[in-house]
Structure formats: C-alpha cells, structure tokens
C-alpha cells in the first residue's frame, strides 16, 4: 500500500479545473483539547462519556477531504454521533446506527443540537446494528453513500469469550461491517477508518494497520491512503499530548514498574476505495488502457451483481 493516493486529489474535479494542494498526510487535528472540541462543535453533555468516539476535528478535516458538499456521510457505528454532527455542519447529509440505547439518545440529541444552529441538511441515527446495512431496508443506499467515517470500537458490553480479545473481536466486526459497506459507496466515494493507538501490556503498540486493511480488502475494496490524524497540539517543532488524568496516571505507573510508555499523540487513519475506482485512478496515473463500461462488471457482493460504472453519482 502507498501512503499516498495514485491521483493528485481524491474527488472528481469539474473539467477544466485545477485540482487544490493534495491532502497533507499529516492532519493537524490536536490544536484544541477533546472538551474544547465538543464545546466547538456544539455537542451535548454526555457526548464526552463516548471514549471511543471520533474527536470532531478528525472527523471535519476527513469529511472536508472526502465528501463533497451534499454527500451522505454514513457512520454504521456512530456512538454519541460526532461524525454526524461534523457532517451536518459541513453541508452533508448523515446517517448514523447504533445498537446500544445509551448512544442512540445522545446521537439524536447532538444531531438535533446542530439543526437547531443552522444545520439543515437530513441527519438520521437509527437504533441498529451495522448487518441491516445488508438488508432489503438498505437498498435505497445502494451506490449513494459518498463517505463511510467510523472508527475500531470495542464492545465491553458484550462478552467475548475467554480466549478472544475484545480488540480481535472488535476487528472482525468491523471486517463485517465493510463488507455491508461496500455495496452503498457511490463511484468515486471512500471508506476512512479511524484507529485510536493501543498498546501491549509492555507499552508496544498493537498493530492495527495490517487486521485493517486485510478487512478492507476482503471487503472489496482497495487501501489508497494512509494518514496519521494528530490528537496532540503542534507547539512550533514539538507535539503537546492532551492526555486524560487518567492516562497520565497509568504512564507514571508504567514508569514506576520500570516500563516507561509514551502517552499516544495521534490516531491511525486508513482510506479505501471500491476497488475499480483504485484501478481507475492507477490506470489514469501511468497512462493505460481501461475496459469499455460493457467490459467493466462488479463480482457479486451480499448476493447483487452491479455494473461497476452504472452506480449512482
């Protein structure tokens, strides 16, 4: 996988128009601390209780990057709703799902919050688990979603029995949930999976990258960036953490049992595409022929056959 996209700029330009500077690999989205994120955002209280949700200014900066004005931004583990949230203040339409009451009620309440200030674009939370994406009540999405935004979350909820870790499990669901997702995407439209760092017991990280992208690619779809999306303020040549009480505490625990750890600074970001456009874009790139739409014919995905280049803009 490159780190970099095979095109100059990941969305369709106008004909005859410039593309702008391509998207820094490198996103400065820790100048402001996660409550100051929130407050920014105009989210409700109780949204800060999400640990695992996606700070506001990731989401903004990969919705800004990969969703035009207008797209349907869909977050098929949506938490307390700041993708929504961020996509609603961006001029695009949002579609959240939940399956636990907790986070439906405060979802609807931070989306309600932002039309209430002006946002009016449609923004719904549904009280579902990501598999009815997969289900004759999806099928109005087919090939109109323009950006699928989530994160790896786990479930502390559920149990995942005593030989599999709650991060595997958590890993293999979302696998599933990209394969849900696949079908929904528009031509042109992208998949950003946000990865918050973890750590082994020994302060190592856990490798997210690789479970990641062999979930994307199994999913259909074909891993063409890779970012890092900074939770820690840039202060001229070095970072400041906005770690939490409490993760300051435990590096200074790890630090007093001799295992020194370093509080994490940033979040892993991992953009797909559906397949054909990455093979479009590679093809455009380096100048080779590609197949007439009559030779261009999508496998099957959840038992549907698409043509490839007949999907909804």
């Known amino acids: 996988m490159i780190d970099r996209l095979t095109s100059s700029w990941p969305l369709p330009m106008p004909p005859g128009a410039e593309p702008p500077n391509p998207p820094l690999s490198v996103w400065p989205t820790g100048q402001r601390d996660p409550l100051a994120q929130l407050r920014d955002a105009g ?16 989401a903004a900066h990969a919705i800004a990057t990969y969703a035009r004005p207008g797209d349907l931004v869909l977050d098929p583990d949506c938490g307390a709703g700041t993708v929504l949230v961020e996509a609603l203040r961006a001029g695009r339409h949002a579609l959240g799902l939940t399956a636990r009451t907790r986070w439906w009620a405060v979802a609807r309440a931070n989306v309600t919050a932002a039309k209430t200030v002006g946002a009016w674009r449609d923004g719904s939370v549904l009280d579902a688990r990501p598999k009815v994406l997969a289900t004759v009540r999806a099928a109005g999405l087919i090939g109109r979603v323009g950006l699928v935004l989530t994160t790896l979350r786990t479930a502390p909820d559920r149990a995942n029995g005593p030989d599999r870790d709650p991060v595997e499990s958590a890993l293999a669901d979302l696998a599933t949930t990209l394969l849900y997702c696949e079908p929904l995407l528009r031509s042109g439209g992208h998949v950003a999976v946000i990865a918050p760092l973890r750590q082994h017991p020994d302060g190592a990280l856990v490798d997210l990258t690789t479970p990641l992208i062999a979930a994307g690619t199994s999913a259909g779809l074909a891993p063409v960036e890779r970012c890092i ?15 939490s009480l409490a993760e300051r505490r435990g590096g200074a625990r790890a630090r007093a049992a001799g295992a020194p750890t370093a509080l994490t600074a940033h979040h892993e970001v991992l953009v797909f595409q559906l397949a054909h456009d990455a ?32 999907r909804a803009a």
Do not use: F, K, M, Q
Request: net charge negative.
């Open 229 to 243: 999306a900074l939770t820690a303020g840039l202060r001229g040549n070095r970072l400041v953490t906005h770690a």
């Open 279 to 310: 093979e479009l874009a590679a093809a455009a790139a380096t100048g080779a022929a590609w197949p007439t739409e009559d030779e261009v014919i999508r496998p099957a995905v959840n038992g549907v056959e698409y043509p490839g280049w007949r």
């Open 43 to 58: 989210c409700v209280p109780g949204t800060e209780t999400d640990t695992e949700r996606i700070p506001p200014a990731v």
